[in-house]
Each structure stands twice: as C-alpha cells, then as structure tokens.
C-alpha cells in the first residue's frame, strides 16, 4: 500500500503562484507513476499532469501547459505541482494520485487538497 498526503492548497488571488506537495508513504518502490488531477465542482475529474517516479519524465494536460509544471523528489519521497499565473477557472479540489504500473488505473489516491482562485 501506498498512502499519499497532499498540502499547499488555500484561497488566493488570481495571478499568483502556489505549489501543492504530495508526500508518498509505505511501499514506494512500488510506484511507477504519479500524477495530480483536479475535480471542479459540478465537473468530472480532470487530468492535470504525471510523471515517472524513476525517470522523472512529465506530461502535462495542455489546459494547464506554460503555467503548471510537475516534479519529484525522490529523497523525499515527494511529488510537486508549481501553478503560476492562477486563474478562477484552476478553482477545484487537486488529488495526488500513484500507480504501480507504466499505463492502467491509479491505485492509489490522496485526499485532495482545495484550491480556490478568486479573480
């Protein structure tokens, strides 16, 4: 099992930056992949980005592409998610989430962390 701890939310407003962390426990070295996702109400849960916990390698959703940017620390067992330039639409609940394998479903799920951009 893998437990993920997310912070770095709160209110703000837009235009500034914020950086949410997702803090990994338990067996890590199972994990292949991490990824952030965000869940506006009344929306579905939406892809925001990913990377390889060994390689380090991102993928950003284009609705966030040149203001989001993921990263790992390995060390720390932590993942990253630099938001620049907010906007009220990034307003949502962020989940850190992990799998164990290359592609397929998340396994593992943080409790979100919320969000909100006032414009």
């Known amino acids: 099992q893998v437990q993920l701890v997310e912070s770095g939310g709160g209110l703000v407003q837009a235009g500034v930056s914020l950086r949410l962390s997702c803090v990994a426990s338990?067996?890590?070295?199972?994990?292949?992949?991490m990824g952030w996702f965000r869940q506006a109400p009344g929306k579905e849960r939406e892809f925001v980005a990913t990377?390889?916990?060994?390689?380090?390698?991102?993928v950003i959703a284009g609705s966030v592409r040149g203001r989001f940017a993921i990263s790992r620390d390995k060390a720390k067992n932590t993942v990253y998610l630099q938001m620049n330039s907010l906007k009220p639409e990034d307003t949502a609940v962020y989940y850190c989430a992990a799998r164990s394998t290359a592609v397929g479903s998340y396994n593992f799920w943080g409790q979100g962390t919320q969000v909100t951009v006032s414009s």
């Open positions: 990377i390889t916990w060994s390689a380090g390698n991102p």
């Open positions: 338990g067996r890590t070295s199972s994990m292949y992949v």
